[in-house]
């Protein structure tokens, strides 16, 4: 029997929510395409400067009006396909109320559609409404001595 990746535990934990510190989010980026290449699920990226886009050929066709955070949150609310949204640079948007209510909405949805919010950046301080509701992971950080 083939061995789960790590990758694949997140993705299947109950969470709707993961915050990932990393100094190496281009490596978990890949690790997510990686997955997406395995199992055929769909894995979009969000950067502030590009917007929300979908990984794996489609990388071009950038989804329109989901540049600002909480415009992509209200995207990935009302979408109802199945999707892993890595969304990068995120840590000042977790001090808008509006952006907190959104990932709040989402992490409490159950609405039958699988869908999982990866919040990765160097430094993640995540609001005490979406703590409870959420996996915290650090990836590849040492720690001080």
């Given at each position: 029997?083939?061995?789960?990746?790590?990758?694949?535990?997140?993705?299947?934990?109950?969470?709707r929510l993961i915050a990932i510190e990393t100094t190496t989010p281009e490596r978990v980026m890949e690790?997510?395409?990686?997955?997406?290449?395995r199992t055929g699920k769909a894995v979009y990226h969000w950067t502030a400067e590009e917007g929300l886009f979908?990984?794996?050929?489609?990388?071009?066709?950038?989804?329109?009006?989901?540049r600002r955070p909480a415009d992509v949150l209200d995207y990935i609310a009302s979408n109802n396909l199945y999707g892993v949204y890595l969304l990068r640079g995120v840590a000042s948007a977790l001090e808008d109320k509006r952006c907190i209510a959104g990932l709040r909405r989402i992490a409490e949805l159950r609405d039958g559609t699988p869908r999982l919010i990866v919040l990765l950046d160097e430094k993640i301080?995540?609001?005490?409404?979406?703590?409870?509701?959420?996996?915290?992971?650090?990836?590849?950080?040492?720690k001080a001595s």
């Open positions: 029997m083939a061995r789960r990746q790590p990758i694949e535990h997140l993705v299947q934990a109950d969470f690790m997510f395409r990686n997955f997406s290449r979908r990984s794996g050929g489609f990388e071009h066709i950038i989804i329109p009006h989901t301080t995540l609001p005490p409404e979406l703590q409870n509701l959420s996996a915290h992971v650090k990836h590849g950080l040492r």
